[in-house]
């Protein structure tokens, strides 16, 4: 039979700098704060789901650097196998994170350095491992030709597919067949359906119309709200979590995406495994940055009991 988890994505080496205001062109500014750290979300996103307690393949790419070292060290203490090609002569994939140090509000710029060389060939290296996973999930971090190409040979070989649309953009139309559950957030939704979600309503249409497109089942998050799950037979609102302050919100998404992979990769209905993923997403935002704010299943099991 099928199992684990195999995931497509990149790997970008957070760097977020605290400073009052962004600096003008020519212009240095003292900064009030610093951190380093792994993302990415396609690589957040394998190490949730596997201290969510799957089975994990990542499939990328780093540079041949300490921020490659970063990653594949991260991997290594989550548990996620690490089917990652080290390049010469390109970067590891590097992010600059501007963070208001009044409101907190971000800019960012992602270098995606040797992720962006992603391509059809990684598939191809890879297929034996895709063909036979439980589950096989991306984004659109890297080159949109592989994720179609990785989806497509996921779907042919009847494994389930889980396709998170971001960051937003356009997608051409045929990639909706091969999506056995499609996870945008709103504003990820809004650029695919082309209008704006703000209220219950507008979340169901959008969620209708993913569905019509070829979708077997669409989860919209909804951040503090929680998110909505709607297939053909059925639809659901399923609220968030309360876990402790909110702290930090950045890779929400990528919990929840980790979190829903696993539970459905151990055979969870669709709509407890939106449970189980509101749920490591609530614990996740009650700490700073992103993967180091995975929690563990023992934390996410506690707290859906
Ligand atoms: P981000 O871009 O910040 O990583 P996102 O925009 O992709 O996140 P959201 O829809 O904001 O994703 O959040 C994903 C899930 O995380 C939500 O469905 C919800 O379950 C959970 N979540 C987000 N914010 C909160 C919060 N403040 N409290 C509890 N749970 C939250």
Redesign the pocket.
Known sequence: GKSGIVILGIFAADTAYKAKRLPHIAETLMGSGFTLGPGGKGSNQAIAAARAGGKVTFISRVGNDPFGEMALAAYAAAGVKANVMKMDGVSSGAAFIFVDEATGDNAIIVAPGAAGLIGIEDVDANRAEIERAAIFMTQLEQPLDAAIHALSMAKRAGVTTIFNP?PARAIPDSVYDLCDFIVP??VEAAELVGHAIETDEQARAAARTLLDRGAKAVIL????R??YYQAADRSEFVP???AGN?VD????????LGGFATAISEGYAPVEAVRF??AT??IA?TRPGTAPAMPSRGEIDALLR
């Open positions: 971001a957030n709103e998050t909804l951040g503090a929680g998110a968030a979590f309360s909110v919100t950045t890779g929400a998404g990528d919990a929840f993923g509101c997403a609530a935002v």
